[in-house]
């Protein structure tokens, strides 16, 4: 089963996976297309508030993040890791579940990165946001590191992350039936 939809004006079919017995999402990735990342970032863009950094969480929200930092001119973009990385001093960490997550994960910011977040209007950036508790996980990190969150961008925005008036997004995705017909 598929879901076809149009985004940042690309048509792309999107598989239907169950997520339990009774709830389905389409599985929107956009490794491996970079004629979609490259249109998305350009459509976010247009969107976007005036930021001073983009911060993501690893690793589906890494394409767009790069995309949009490499046609704005940035000269860095700040990762969420979910591990600890041998040259990462100073961590902050959060712990997240999200609906494509299995168990709890926890997300890593580095100090440096921590540092250059301090005083700074930041963007987060996620290629799909759900059930939000990845956002909110962001969130966390960027607070705790001193930043102020100047906006919320996803390339989808899926079931009740719809109705979020602070989440720019650029389109809808809808959750699904079993059968493959969406849920109302």
């Known amino acids: 089963m598929y879901?076809?939809?149009?985004?940042?004006?690309?048509?792309?079919?999107?598989?239907?996976?169950?997520?339990?017995?009774?709830?389905?999402?389409?599985?929107?990735?956009?490794?491996?297309?970079?004629?979609?990342?490259?249109?998305?970032?350009?459509?976010?863009?247009?969107?976007?508030?005036?930021?001073?950094?983009?911060?993501?969480a690893e690793a589906k929200g890494i394409p767009l993040a790069h995309e949009m930092a490499r046609q704005a001119g940035d000269s860095k973009y700040i990762l969420a890791r979910k591990a600890?990385?041998?040259?990462?001093?100073?961590?902050?960490?959060?712990?997240?579940?999200?609906?494509?997550?299995?168990?709890?994960?926890?997300?890593?910011?580095?100090?440096?990165?921590?540092?250059?977040?301090?005083?700074?209007?930041?963007l987060i950036v996620d290629d799909v946001i759900s059930t939000g508790e990845s956002l909110k996980a962001l969130e966390a990190l960027v607070e705790k590191a001193g930043g102020t969150i100047c906006g919320r961008m996803a390339i989808l925005a899926e079931g009740d992350a719809q109705d979020r008036e602070d989440l720019i997004y650029l389109e809808k995705l809808p959750l699904f039936h079993p059968d493959g017909t969406v849920m109302a």
């Open 3 to 56: 879901y076809t939809m149009q985004v940042a004006g690309l048509q792309r079919n999107l598989p239907i996976c169950p997520v339990n017995e009774s709830l389905y999402i389409a599985g929107f990735v956009i490794f491996g297309d970079p004629e979609l990342t490259v249109a998305c970032a350009r459509e976010l863009l247009a969107k976007a508030p005036e930021y001073d950094y983009i911060i993501t």
């Open 84 to 122: 600890p990385k041998l040259y990462m001093k100073d961590m902050f960490s959060v712990t997240v579940r999200s609906i494509t997550t299995a168990r709890e994960q926890t997300l890593y910011l580095d100090g440096a990165d921590a540092a250059a977040i301090k005083g700074k209007r930041i």
